[in-house]
Nanobody, 122 residues
Framework: QVQLVESGGGLVQAGGSLRLSCAVSGRTFSKYAMGWFRQAPGKDREFVARISWSGGSTYYADSVKGRFTISRDNAKNTVYLQMNSLKPEDTAVYYC???????????????WGQGTQVTVSS
């Protein structure tokens, strides 16, 4: 059974930074691409960033490009999201998501954790 535990959220002022972590268990983490998504109140869940299984390739939503950085530590089975220059519109619950197929380009799976709340005050 795949388990995802997100952490690192909190309340921060606009312009501040947070680093989110997602610990993954129940599958061979290093074989799967990973993604981050977020869901603001009253809105659909949206894609934020993804990273290849090797860590050599990343991709970002336009809304976070240049401010957020996704990374992974395959030895720790953990994916990270470094968030800088935060804006009030970044307020959301953030979720990590493992890719559907191993050694493949990222495609979202049905595995979700409880998420971690990020609140950015103006």
């Amino acid at each position: 059974q795949v388990q995802l535990v997100e952490s690192g959220g909190g309340l921060v002022q606009a312009g501040g930074s947070l680093r989110l972590s997602c610990a993954v268990s129940g599958r061979t983490f290093s074989k799967y691409a990973m993604g981050w998504f977020r869901q603001a109140p009253g809105k659909d869940r949206e894609f934020v960033a993804r990273i290849s299984w090797s860590g050599g390739s990343t991709y970002y939503a336009d809304s976070v490009k240049g401010r957020f950085t996704i990374s992974r530590d395959n030895a720790k089975n953990t994916v990270y999201l470094q968030m800088n220059s935060l804006k009030p519109e970044d307020t959301a619950v953030y979720y990590c998501n493992p890719g559907l197929n191993y050694y493949s380009a990222y495609s979202p799976s049905d595995y979700w954790g409880q998420g971690t709340q990020v609140t950015v005050s103006s």
